[in-house]
């Protein structure tokens, strides 16, 4: 029989890839969305798609139950993909836009996290799955107009690095797919939190976001440099779904590397020089 796996955030970007490349690979994929429209329409591409809000703990009791009795019981893998981003100047997010984004980012991952690791221990001798987060480079540095982002995706990492570690004693394989640059809607889905949360015009920092932000969020573009696509993403989620032993981390993207280097060997002053320099 197929492996199932769960995964949230299918809409659209690395989620979407995701389900259709892991089915094309095998698996019994539960493609999971915010609105019932992506799910009608995932559905008509052939995939198995039903509503999981990670925001909304009602909607993840009521998708994790589902996933459950589509995978009659047994879920063999999770990857926990659903986030956005809320840009603006750190000291211009309101207390309510980081409620917000990490209820998605982290709060809501984890109660699912948590709720497949029950379902796990009780597979096999010693419990059997993987859990697999998406992180960030902006889990590992922090880059300006990103602070709500960055702050979630830290804790992720942290808590990612606990939960491996307690999990040594079982069959569960805890990974952290840590994407750069990935060709999707994610700078384009991040302006309505933007424009719902920060005040920019009242802001001592107006000037810099006439200069700078408001171009990267509205101004068309091409391929950010060292972008990949979408696949790129997909072809690490396989090697930790498929490999005996996973490795603890999965570094896509060329600034994803270099910048796993410079976190390591670059004294504080010296990252936050290259980081400043964009």
Request: proline share 4%; hydrophobic share 40%.
């Amino acid at each position: 029989m197929a492996k199932t796996i769960l995964i949230t955030g299918c809409s659209s970007g690395i989620g979407y890839d995701a389900a259709h490349g892991l089915k094309a690979a095998g698996w019994k994929v539960l493609a999971t969305c915010r609105k019932e429209e992506d799910c009608e329409r995932l559905r008509a591409e052939g995939l198995i798609s039903f509503q999981l809000d990670v925001a909304d703990p009602a909607s993840i009791e009521a998708g994790f139950n589902e996933a459950l009795a589509r995978g009659r019981g047994r879920l063999d893998a999770l990857y926990n993909n659903a986030a956005f981003a809320c840009p603006g100047a750190a000291e211009d997010i309101p207390t309510g836009a980081l409620r917000e984004i990490f209820e998605t980012n982290l709060f809501g991952l984890h109660d699912l996290t948590a709720r497949a690791i029950k379902v796990m221990r009780a597979q096999g001798d010693n419990g059997e799955g993987r859990i697999i987060q998406c992180s960030s480079v902006l889990g590992m540095v922090g880059y300006r107009w990103r602070g709500a982002y960055v702050a979630t995706k830290f804790a992720l990492e942290g808590l990612t690095d606990v939960l491996r570690l307690e999990m040594r004693d079982t069959g569960i394989k805890i990974v952290l797919i840590e994407p750069g640059p990935i060709t999707s809607k994610f700078r384009k889905n991040a302006i309505t939190h933007f424009e719902k949360w920060v005040d920019w015009e009242n802001s001592a920092r107006r000037q810099q976001y006439e200069d700078d932000l408001l171009n990267q969020l509205y101004k068309s573009r091409g391929p950010a440099k060292f972008e990949l696509p979408a696949s790129a993403v997909t072809r690490a989620i396989l090697k930790a779904l498929e490999a005996p032993n996973p490795k603890p981390r999965y570094a896509i993207t060329v600034p994803t590397h270099l910048m796993g280097v410079a976190r390591r060997i670059l004294p504080g002053r010296a990252l936050d020089w290259l980081l400043a320099k964009g």
